[in-house]
């Protein structure tokens, strides 16, 4: 585990603790220390605008996990993104931060230039697509010269996706060419929801789609080559045989997360790049038409301000219920979760791409407890507790990543797989 100095005296520092999701991650985080051990104890803290909401968050979470000490031993530090002062004295004394305040479109940059210029490595679960590309960009000379290590899209959005490419990668015996993953939600009774924060973040990023498309192309990237047959790209809406469901694109930011690590491993590490698309289940009939019909007007409303007022006011009435401003209930949450399917196509060991179609496939799954909060905080903090032990297996020495370019060397698919997150072959032909 990193070493801590008595002027950084935290291995992680969890900032926006008081949020839907951070409150989370603060549980998530206390597990963990308590199964460290005396030599390595993991030491940490909570940050945020408001030290009495962090005083009452410690106090729940002291209460839920039966952890009393959680609300007189752990350290509670006032930061806010809007004070560049407090940022940095919260920078100062932790090895990593766990950024939880989102939107990052709106808020995140000072927190990723805070903890460059304070020497802190940085871990998020942004799932938008122009916050992640625009750090690369902007930040990646600046974290590498630093030393800093700054790895967006820690969460569900997209470690499931991105390490499970690692991993069907890994698996597969020869040259995997293409890829097609299938997302499926399962849910009890009372169904699933997500909290408002996730749909400002798809409401102001589709609103500003345009500007993604300017930002890719000042990375002057050539297109990476095609290797194989090219794999085709289903429709908007189609019937999937794999999910037995009526599915769509994935929307999130799976497709470029996976597809920056595709690059990075082809020019860093002269790997065979893979081709990628990402479909989500939506259903049945019902549903697709309840799509149609929502989607038609969410794109209408996003291009207006008025628009963009009311699907964030109202997000449980313009989607559906799928968003509500309280979040899921615990229940909701007990009784969802995923299963994330890859369909990978490639040629045997001893066989040249270009010699023909494909003649070997492989299926592999990742599976895990409901995605939004339960996954997404698992996966946010073994990607924390990774860097710490394991800093000697990042690339280079510092620079601004995806995770799966960030953690290949690495053990975290490994410790995922013991904390709920499974890793499996489900067939090979």
């Known amino acids: 585990m990193a070493a801590i100095t008595p002027t950084r005296p935290y291995h992680i520092i969890i900032f926006g603790a008081t949020g839907f999701t951070g409150q989370f991650v603060v549980e998530e985080v206390a597990r963990c220390a308590a199964e460290s051990t005396d030599s390595f104890s993991l030491k940490w803290a909570v940050a945020g605008r408001s030290r009495q909401r962090l005083e009452e968050v410690m106090k729940r979470a002291a209460g839920r996990l039966s952890m009393p000490e959680l609300s007189t031993d752990i350290e509670v530090i006032v930061a806010d993104v809007s004070i560049e002062e407090s940022l940095a004295i919260m920078c100062q004394q932790g090895v990593v931060i766990l950024n939880c305040v989102g939107p990052y479109r709106f808020h995140g940059e000072p927190v990723v230039k805070a903890c460059i210029e304070n020497g802190a490595h940085y871990v998020d679960i942004c799932g938008e697509p122009q916050f992640l590309e625009r750090m690369q960009l902007q930040y990646h000379t600046k974290a590498l010269d630093r030393g800093v290590y700054v790895i967006g899209s820690c969460g569900f959005d997209s470690i499931p996706a991105d390490l499970g490419m690692l991993y069907t990668q890994k698996q597969f015996k020869g040259t995997l060419t293409g890829v097609e993953s299938f997302l499926n939600i399962s849910s009890g009774t009372e169904g699933s929801c997500g909290h408002d924060a996730t749909w400002q973040s798809a409401v102001y990023g589709f609103a500003d789609s345009g500007s993604l498309r300017q930002l890719r192309k000042k990375f002057g990237h050539n297109p990476l080559p095609v290797v194989g047959a090219r794999i085709r790209k289903r429709g908007f809406v189609f019937y999937s045989k794999e999910l037995e469901q009526y599915a769509i694109p994935f929307m999130g930011s799976d497709p470029s997360v996976v597809k920056r690590t595709q690059r990075f491993l082809y020019e860093e590490e002269q790997q065979s790049p893979v081709q990628y698309n990402a479909y989500v289940g939506v259903g049945g009939l019902f549903s697709v038409v309840k799509l149609f019909c929502g989607g038609l007007l969410f794109w209408f409303m996003v291009k207006f301000s008025l628009g963009r007022k009311l699907l964030t006011t109202f997000p449980s009435i313009f989607s559906f219920g799928l968003f509500t401003k309280a979040g899921p209930t615990m229940k909701q949450i007990e009784d969802t979760a995923f299963t994330l399917t890859f369909l990978g196509e490639g040629y045997s060991e001893g066989t040249e791409p270009s010699q023909g179609p494909p003649n070997t496939k492989i299926c592999t799954q990742v599976v895990g407890a409901e ?29 601004v990543y995806t995770p799966g370019a960030a953690f290949y060397k690495t053990s975290l698919i490994d410790r995922l797989h013991n904390h709920s997150i499974k890793f499996s072959v489900r067939s090979y032909q």
């Not at 997404?376 to 280079?396: C, F, I």
Request: glycine share 10%.
């Open 371 to 399: 995605p939004g909060y339960v996954a997404t905080v698992t996966a946010m903090v073994q990607a924390a507790v990774t860097v710490l032990d394991e800093l000697h297996s990042l690339p280079r020495r510092g620079g």
